[in-house]
């Protein structure tokens, strides 16, 4: 270990703290042995600080007859095998475990569940490193058991174990505020939609409550005939780009993971115009009628799965797309779908028969205008939530680091010298434990004869 470590800090390796072992996994051919009372811990159950429960029981008798082992609550799991590695969790409740989860239990005096369950989490990176093997690397028991620690004095691991409790628990619900506003602003930008549709977004605009000049009917009755895309085979490479239902989303067009068209015939049946208007007739229940406009970004085509919409001069596309991606016509293609085994469907003569409002341009000009500015607010905050979210994430990990470097405790060891010194020092602490364990350890026979010669 390169640091400089604090003072009353000793380096130790893990299984100087901790009494280390593992589970195995009972044959899956014996029936008997699965479904019992006897929690078996795996990787896939880690990931809260505290496993209160198993995802799968085992019996009494498969505990006799395998490698699982019982573990005792506030031992501390940690995963060894595969994408899981370093995953950790505190045992709530005494259970087995499978070979792939090392578990390490506490040495009385030499530190706690608490302390060791942060120090192993702060080390996952470092336990990914170390692992060996292909497309499933593990890390061995002896691997952790040799890994070192900077170990606080039991005193000081205390007071980490608190200060970590209580930032990380910060770190939590500021996260967890974070992570709520998505919803808000998908709820905002639908609403946003809402009043545009219905006209309360231009009620001061207008000066009235009423919808003056606004026009009731079919979505046939303001815009072309729609047609459906090509058919033809697309390629991965090619002269001009053919949108799929993939690259229609939340009403623009995603121009990633696209393909192509070198046909000349297809690309002059199927170009694209600036307003068109793109409706996914095709996707699963819930995404069926997605819908996007082509603002003439660059040469496009699009495929069969998608319906183009060409407004007539009553109608602005722009507004069009927000009608179509409102609730209300989300609601329509709900009703109106036909359902197959995985698949919905959304047909062109249904699609026309969408029924709508349709206020003067001028009005849509201005529902447009007010529309977009309030959608480029949401995206605003959006990003700035992304970028929080961002910092959030990688505020765990720092904390974390910070109060193994020594830092969240400097404080508190200049306050209290004579904690972190002398006898309450790490490294006399340690060396009380090996005396006591090595007074443990039976005395071999041979060694007791030789005694007594």
């Not at 940690?78 to 070979?99: E, F, P, R, V």
């Not at 205390?158 to 628990?169: N, R, W």
Request: positive net charge.
């Amino acid at each position: 270990m390169s640091q400089v470590i604090p003072e009353g800090w000793f380096v130790t390796s893990l299984d100087t703290i901790a009494s280390w072992g593992s589970g195995g996994t009972p044959s899956r051919k014996n029936a008997a042995y699965y479904g019992g009372n006897v929690p078996w811990i795996k990787t896939g159950d880690l990931g809260d600080r505290v496993v209160s429960n198993a995802s799968e029981f085992i019996t009494d008798e498969a505990v006799k007859n395998s490698s699982a082992k019982w573990f005792p609550k506030g031992s501390v799991v940690l995963a060894m095998y595969g994408a899981t590695i370093g995953k950790t969790s505190i045992l709530g409740l005494d259970a087995t475990t499978n070979q792939a989860c090392g578990v390490g239990h506490p040495i009385n005096g030499a530190t706690f569940t608490e302390f060791l369950y942060y120090f192993l989490r702060n080390e996952k990176d470092a336990f990914i490193a170390k692992g060996k093997g292909g497309a499933q690397p593990n890390i061995s028991q002896a691997l952790i058991k040799d890994h070192e620690i900077a170990l606080p004095p039991l005193a000081e691991q205390k007071v980490i174990a608190d200060k970590l409790d209580e930032l990380l628990a910060q770190v939590e619900s500021t996260k967890a505020r974070l992570d709520a506003i998505p919803a808000i602003l998908k709820s905002f930008r639908q609403s946003v939609l809402a009043a545009a549709v219905s006209g309360k977004l231009t009620e001061e605009w207008r000066g009235n409550s009423e919808l003056i000049g606004w026009q009731h009917g079919l979505l046939a009755d303001f815009v072309m005939k729609p047609t459906y895309g090509s058919s033809a085979k697309s390629d991965n490479e090619g002269l001009v780009p053919v949108l799929r239902m993939g690259n229609l989303q939340d009403g623009k067009l995603d121009w990633s993971n696209l393909v192509y068209t070198s046909d000349k015939e297809e690309i002059s049946k199927y170009r694209l115009n600036a307003g068109d208007v793109l409706f996914n007739r095709t996707n699963s229940p819930e995404l069926v009628g997605k819908t996007s406009i082509f603002r003439g970004e660059r040469e496009a085509i699009y495929a069969g799965y998608l319906i183009k919409i060409t407004c007539l001069d009553c109608l602005n596309p722009e507004y069009l797309n927000f009608h179509l991606n409102s609730l209300g016509a989300k609601e329509y293609c709900r009703t109106v779908k036909s359902d197959g085994v995985s698949q919905s469907n959304i047909n062109a003569k249904k699609l026309a028969a969408y029924p709508m409002m349709l206020p003067p341009v001028e009005e849509q000009t201005e529902i447009v205008r007010r529309v977009e500015e309030l959608l480029a607010f949401a995206d605003k905050v959006e990003a700035q939530v992304n970028a929080a979210q961002a910092r959030v994430n990688n505020l765990t990990q720092s904390i974390l680091a910070k109060a193994f470097r020594g830092e969240l405790t400097a404080d508190w060891r200049a306050a209290n010298p004579e904690l972190i010194s002398g006898e309450n020092s790490t490294e006399a602490l340690l060396k009380r434990i090996k005396a006591e364990r090595a007074k443990l350890k039976p005395v071999k026979k041979t060694t007791a004869k030789k005694a007594k010669a």
